[in-house]
Nanobody
Framework: QVLVQESGGGSVQDGGSLRLSCRMS????????MGWFRQTPGSQREGVAA????????HYADSVKGRFTISQDSARNTMLLEMNNLKVEDTAKYLC?????????????????WGQGTQVTVSS
């Protein structure tokens, strides 16, 4: 059984930085897409960034390009999200997800395994 677990998150002021981590266990890390999604109450999940575990192809939502950086430590089956210049509108629960094969940043329904999420709150 694949398990994904997020860590990090918290509260910062506008312009601040946070780092999220997601570790996958229970199956091979290679040959997957690992993605970060975010969700606010009453809204659908929004793709933030995704990375192919083999090959390292990266995808970003337009809203975070230039501010967020996704990376991975394959030896530890871990994906990271460095978030800089955070804005109030980045406030959300951030969820890590995994799927076999290619990345589909704008299709959260394509991901089979999800973490519980971690809250990111940005205040003005």
């Amino acid at each position: 059984q694949v398990l994904v677990q997020e860590s990090g998150g918290g509260s910062v002021q506008d312009g601040g930085s946070l780092r999220l981590s997601c570790r996958m266990s229970g199956d091979a890390y290679s040959g997957r897409c690992m993605g970060w999604f975010r969700q606010t109450p009453g809204s659908q999940r929004e793709g933030v960034a995704a990375i192919r575990t083999t090959g390292g192809a990266i995808h970003y939502a337009d809203s975070v390009k230039g501010r967020f950086t996704i990376s991975q430590d394959s030896a530890r089956n871990t994906m990271l999200l460095e978030m800089n210049n955070l804005k109030v509108e980045d406030t959300a629960k951030y969820l890590c997800a995994a799927r076999r094969g290619s990345c589909y940043l704008h299709s959260p329904e394509a991901y089979t395994d999800w973490g519980q999420g971690t809250q990111v709150t940005v205040s003005s």
